[in-house]
């Protein structure tokens, strides 16, 4: 199916009245999201934007976000959101390793952007910088939009970077075909319609945030975009959201608000991701009423992989789910998760080249290791390349992780192994500690002992490093792994 209708033209045919997009800043029906996307298209191509130019975009989830997003792409350009998070120098490294001749922010990354400019980094060409109020502009009316606008599904639409454990992203390439397929197949598990709202509460730079955006318009549904300052509980009822995506941390945060869980419970659908998720929360979610889906995803598949069914089982939530449509799936003869399917990205972008990282049969290797059940059930065991041996035992740090975000009071941890001369490698943990509560390293210590055996309790546990900049929604374990490395070794001195 190499063109089709543009989903969001057919959105404003099929649901023209239906809000499309909420935000503090507005609220903004189907059709005039499709009007919006047409003008802001034409804008961008006065501004340089041709079919193929690489733009990056800058900026924190805002209305205008989606509708930039969703003109480039009609406009046959590429896509590339990029952390708010990260510092200058790597935000420039990256645009320009992965070929950026645009770039559309917020005011306050433009300095940085025009450093590129006047030559302080390697650059092919002049980047050409707009800002976002200049781009997109909601108060302009248009009659550009069209409902004669098909799409090729296997345009270049998105690069998104990775989330993964090395020093440096990699961009991520998607067609618009990843991102359709990938919509088409969550929107079969979990009902989605006219009417429902799906909270973002992940960045848009991130790809559970952006797949968002892709499953409401083939749904006719809305997204509500929170201010910065909005707690998920005050959004849930405020904007009366009826799916969620959120990680572990969130949904343990929400777990601890009572007005807010409260709330929580007439939500449709709450998909948790993005990483390890503790057994007790996930039991604490559905004892609460909460109607959680677990799920496995990567960037690489365009989202999510796998995901439990409504009104699944226990035993079910115990797993990453089942595998969604337009996916394929199996497990290696060593464990290793292999995939592939219309979700599956294109390759990685390294300037100009693209680096496909697919087997002779077409599978994707994850680096995860998992298995699957009787039931097709998948469970994910840990990321082969944070597995480290101690004493002749393979540690996988989720589990530990687990462990210490099921103890009151630890809103995130990361465990990393570091280099010992007796073991080969020990674990040692950060930790995140709630508002309020301060670390005891033994209490915690004591703690672990109840779940772990002893080779997994961690040699050291450290307060959560406020310097450390993640990649995506993941934290760095690079960072942390050299950091921990460091304090052990002082310690030793």
């Not at 041709?50 to 406009?75: F, G, K, T, W």
């Not at 570091?418 to 033994?442: C, I, K, L, N, Q």
């Amino acid at each position: 199916m190499p063109d089709i209708s543009c989903p969001l033209a057919q959105a404003a045919i099929d649901y023209g009245d239906q809000i499309a997009l909420v935000s503090d800043k507005d609220t903004i029906n189907y059709r005039r999201y499709n009007q919006l996307v047409a003008s802001t298209a034409v804008t961008l191509r006065q501004k340089g934007v041709q079919p193929h130019s690489r733009v990056a975009i800058i900026a924190d989830n805002c209305i205008e976000y989606p509708i930039l997003l969703m003109a480039l792409i009609r406009l046959g350009a590429v896509a590339c959101p990029v952390s708010t998070r990260w510092p200058t120098e790597m935000i420039l490294s990256y645009m320009t390793r992965i070929g950026c001749s645009h770039l559309i922010a917020e005011e306050w990354p433009i300095p940085a952007a025009l450093r590129l400019r006047s030559g302080r980094l390697p650059a092919r060409k002049p980047l050409n910088v707009q800002t976002l109020e200049v781009v997109v502009r909601l108060n302009v009316e248009s009659d550009a939009a069209s409902s004669n606008v098909t799409l090729n599904t296997n345009q270049d639409a998105t690069i998104i970077a990775t989330s993964g454990t090395t020093k440096s992203p990699k961009g991520v390439l998607h067609t618009f075909g990843n991102h359709y397929s990938s919509a088409l197949g969550s929107n079969k598990n979990i009902a989605l319609g006219p009417g429902d709202r799906w909270l973002v509460s992940l960045p848009l730079y991130h790809v559970g945030g952006l797949a968002i955006l892709f499953r409401t318009i083939l749904a006719g549904a809305a997204v509500v975009i929170p201010a910065k300052s909005d707690n998920i509980a005050s959004i849930i009822k405020r904007d009366d959201a009826s799916h969620l995506s959120l990680v572990p941390t969130q949904l343990h945060r929400l777990m601890r608000d009572r007005a807010g869980l409260e709330d929580a419970r007439r939500v449709k659908a709450i998909l948790v991701g993005g990483g390890y998720t503790p057994e007790i929360l996930l039991s604490e979610a559905v004892d609460n009423g909460l109607p959680v889906h677990t799920t496995y995803g990567l960037t690489e598949m365009a989202s999510q992989v796998t995901t439990s069914k409504p009104e699944a089982s226990p035993a079910e939530l115990r797993t990453s789910g089942k595998l969604l449509p337009y996916r394929e799936l199996r497990i290696s003869e060593n464990g290793e998760i292999l995939v592939r399917g219309d979700t599956l990205f294109r390759g990685y972008v390294e300037s100009d080249r693209l680096r496909l990282t697919i087997d002779d049969k077409g599978w994707f290797h994850t680096g995860d290791m998992g298995a699957l059940d009787d039931e097709g059930c998948l469970t994910v065991h840990g990321r082969q390349d944070n597995m480290f041996i101690s004493g002749g035992e393979n540690i996988y740090p989720e589990p530990i992780e687990a462990a210490l975000l099921s103890i009151e009071g630890v809103e995130e941890s990361v465990v990393v192994g570091v280099s010992d001369a007796e073991f080969g490698y020990r674990p040692v943990a950060f930790v995140r500690m709630s508002f309020g509560v301060d670390m005891d390293t033994e209490k915690l210590r004591l703690r672990l002992r109840l779940h772990l055996p002893g080779h997994m309790l961690p040699v050291a546990v450290y307060p959560w490093p406020e310097e450390t900049n993640s990649v995506g929604l993941k934290p760095d374990r690079w960072y942390m792994t050299e950091l921990a490395q460091e304090l052990q070794s002082s310690k030793d001195r």
